[in-house]
């Protein structure tokens, strides 16, 4: 099956030999697009889609992502970006210029309940979630069989809040070890240290099992029965050290009713998990979030 | 245009002169349906519609809702409640007969914004509400003119937390003169004091202008706007005591982005309370809604 | 990973082994509730859960689903049946009743894509859909791996319309041999004659990539992109011999815009099809469906 | 309440002195964002938002869409229209610009049903409707109260089939004499002759009360109700000669199930069609739509 999606990722990253993305946030002014585009058209390279949000007018943030088409990419990237820091500079721009043939690696980390992974799984089979899935780490071995019938490594590291250090410390190595881009915490249900989520700013996606700030915290799905709630949700979100406080990327909600009860919630809540977190997930991998302040925006 | 709605009441009456509603919840055990459904029987009632929900097999709450249709039910009707009250005490039943030619009075309590009053007020015109819209209370004096160009009385009490007493005084003087049957808090942004909740439990319908329990209490799209939300939502719920704590009758959401700022947050947020208090106020009407334990049963 | 879902069946079937599900529809009339009800009482059955529904108060058509626990069910079912046939005469119904703990055998015909598949097995894993899917028949090679990597069967009959009969021949064979219940195509894309739809009537569950009656037929997401719609949806229905005019069980749709092409409307959509047929399927095994007169009623 | 009204019109038109807006289309090609932005930055111009759209990197056509800051944009807007000529001719575009300050001028069309009309008075007493509503027309009288109410002038011309040509001399007349950027059909129920189409093009909006392109014509809520969908919708196009075939600007739907006969069909209608007309317009309003070969991008 891997030989499937080699392909597939070959034929994408054919498809996309010269496509670039470039992110920029600025103070705002006069002139970053006319700046940005120039540069942009002095390498040959041709806008395919831009999206910009500027927060204010006066005295605001400027935001841009730009996608373009660049012939002979691979080769001049590294002079575009050097050439790139002059104007980053002159407008205080944080930026990021990423070439759309190298593909992400990403890390899964989960527990017992494989839904989230299952989903992100299979929408990478299918060729929807263009990831380099370069391992999967689990505190338990239920996902064992589906991962290595994949061809995925599967890490099986025992956790619990006293060896959470011991843990971490395997975990970071093997990311490390894996060149890994981006964690995606699939249900993985173990929190994590200050010193984990600091390694790695922006770069761990969580999904919580509620629309927060409602539910913050453990059994969101009992405390919505207790509550008698008309919809459930579900959040996918940046991790921070503020316990499901970090910038939200998506949220989504089922309607239920009073015939739901405990059980019910979590299979009709499941579904909402995974489709709030594959489309979390792809819009990372796609470098379509810009954090700004707690907040993401979303082009 | 009170001519237009007088029709349409009398319309409606005279096609569900013979209409009858009954609701009960009590512990569950066999029989229950059987000796209901043999008693409307033994009344020429026949079942138009009936929704039943049990908690749980054993020892749990049993819950239903008929509407029948019973020849000559205005003549029998105090005939059939006082039968009925036989088979209520057998099984141990709270319970409610109505009989749909009575239309609802209702209150409506309103301050300076005026979007969920106009929702109901349009809903009635069009016959789409089916109540006795008896007056409408604000500590304002925005709503008078749309209020009374459509022949309802509209009352001036000026409200503020020091004379809460005072006002409330007033207000549930007009309450029992009117014979008021449902209070209507379309966005009326005054907190009642206990007394006023105790003398109508279940009785005063509530919008809040959040996805409950999110952002309880005060400015909730300034602090969803703050969380950085996709979704925003809005609540329709009894009143109790416990600020936005009573029972859920009804919520919706609309998704919203990062271009959002809290003014388009609050019209967006707008659609939602309107829709939402819409049909929570219609599914009292149609006496669909048991609260069982701060929860809604609503069939 | 069968001991898993025979562990899961078992637990149910042990959960549910006195529960029974009671369809009935029949011409309205006052007493048919009453009747029901002290029939089952007679035998000693809680009603749990019942929903009914009536076309029309006169010379309507009254449709009831009741779900009840009978303690020894097993044992009294064929009694109960016998002697309810005498009720149902006297209304003149159509019924059925089912017996929770004898799980449905379900057959899955496949094509090439294998969205749908992969969702109602993945559910099936899950215990969220519980039936016995005795057999995957598909016209082309691609589900056999993960078919036969669950243990079920699995059965290659290529199929044209040239040799519809031949491979249909076989397929009914399969079905009898199996002792099939229900026939879902999960996209399996080729036409049923009308004999094979003739034997298997209100049994076969289809999905179709659109929001029908829009996009009848061949290419629903080329035409739906040709006509530049801002909503694409999936119908699951059941099949009759006119071809995507079955009645309806499940609709659902999601937002496109105009960045989205052919191939990313197909993407979308695929999650729309596979949540839809998903929810028929499970409304079709837990006997909530009744079909009148090419319409569905779904309690 | 016109007072309010005007003083909310002023109001946004002091904040939105300086506001422009610019939309494009043409082939696409390396460099028309960097000399579209070097132009507005050569006239002090700050881009606020900006969305662009490539139908293909290769022979596509290019869309864009900014909305920019301009000092003193008021004194220096001809010649800014005027020296943009020369890139417009440059690169083949067909381009508007427009002035955030001018309102844009529109009359509503309306027959019996109300609901659309009332949704667009009402968001535009709330100011989140920018237009002057010069006048509304109907064939029948039962706007007028509401209309003129709010000082707005209403003209009542009858309207059938026969005379057509006569009624359709008058609307034009009015149309001119009012002098009207847009036209809204808010459920007026009469054809257009392809005369009154072919002098307005993409500037008749109309809400067809059914999901495009399903039930197409007369009736939609009685086919719907016929074939049993589950959903219902409405859809927001702009009108051309082909009857319910224009470019199609916005769709939404409401979930529905076999107990809402054609009359809830209609009332559940109609919040789907006031609002989905209600967002056609202000995006229409916002300058946010551009027209390509019948179908729409909506930035």
Redesign the interface.
């Known amino acids: 099956?891997n030989t499937f999606i080699n392909n597939q990722i070959e034929l994408f990253q054919e498809k996309n030999k010269n496509r670039g993305r470039l992110l920029v946030s600025c103070p705002?002014?006069?002139?970053?697009?006319?700046a940005?585009?120039?540069f942009?058209?002095s390498h040959?390279?041709?806008?395919?889609?831009?999206?910009?949000?500027?927060t204010n007018?006066e005295n605001g943030m400027f935001f841009?992502r730009i996608e373009f088409?660049c012939p002979g990419l691979k080769d001049k990237a590294k002079e575009i970006e050097e050439q790139f820091t002059e104007i980053a500079s002159q407008f205080d721009m944080e930026w990021k210029l990423t070439h759309v043939y190298q593909i992400k690696k990403a890390a899964i980390f989960v527990s017992k309940e494989l839904?989230c992974l299952?989903e992100l799984l299979?929408e990478w089979q299918?060729g929807?979630l263009m990831a380099d899935i370069a391992l999967v780490i689990s505190n338990h071995e239920e996902a064992r069989?589906v991962v290595e019938?994949l061809n995925i490594p599967f890490y099986y590291i025992p956790a619990n809040k006293d060896i959470r250090e011991q843990v971490e410390e395997k975990q970071l190595q093997l990311l490390k070890e894996y060149e890994i881009d981006v964690i995606v915490l699939a249900r993985y249900m173990q929190i994590l240290t200050p010193k984990f989520v600091a390694e790695n700013p922006n770069k761990i996606i969580n999904i919580h099992h509620s629309?927060?700030?409602?539910?913050i915290g453990a059994r969101p799905y009992e405390r919505a029965y207790g509550?008698?709630?008309?919809?459930i949700?579900a959040t996918s979100h940046y991790v921070t050290n503020d316990l499901d406080e970090g910038?939200?990327?998506?949220?989504?909600?089922s309607r239920v009713?009073?015939?739901d009860n405990v059980d019910s919630l979590k299979?009709i809540g499941?579904?909402v998990e995974r489709?709030v977190l594959a489309r979390a997930v792809k819009w990372h991998l796609e470098d379509r979030i810009i954090v700004h302040q707690?907040?993401?925006?979303?082009f």
Chains 1, 2, 3, 4 share one sequence.
Not at 44 to 54: H, P
Not at 227 to 231: M, P
Not at 294 to 298: E, Q, R, Y
């Open positions: 099956m705002d002014q006069p002139g970053i697009v006319a940005i585009s120039k942009l058209f040959n390279a041709n806008i395919i889609e831009s999206s910009q949000y500027s007018p841009i088409e839904h299952l299979w299918s929807d069989d019938g629309f927060l700030p409602a539910f509550r008698g709630v008309k919809l949700g910038p939200i990327i998506e949220q989504d909600i009713d009073h015939r299979k499941r579904s489709s707690n907040k993401t925006i979303v």
